[in-house]
């Protein structure tokens, strides 16, 4: 959860400072440049993304992962119940 948080503030922000730097470059506007600044801020806020899912795992540890074989014969039954 605290991805997509994280993610999406940094989004905006490395756009607005990109935007904000091509302006002191006086580079044109238009689809380059749109473009650009879009793929720009995209990587960095997929580097805070991860950057955020990696602190979690080290504080809070791996989410352990369930395999719980039991539920299959319950689950299968549940199927073949349903009216086709």
Known sequence: ???????????????????????????????????????FASLVSWGAGEAADWAQEKIEGKNPTIKNSGDLPQLQKVINQIPQ
């Open 1 to 39: 959860m605290w991805n997509l948080i994280i993610s999406t503030i940094v989004f905006f922000i490395v756009a607005w400072y990109v935007r904000r730097f091509l302006d002191e470059q006086d580079f044109s506007n238009g689809k380059k440049r749109d473009i650009l600044v879009f793929v």
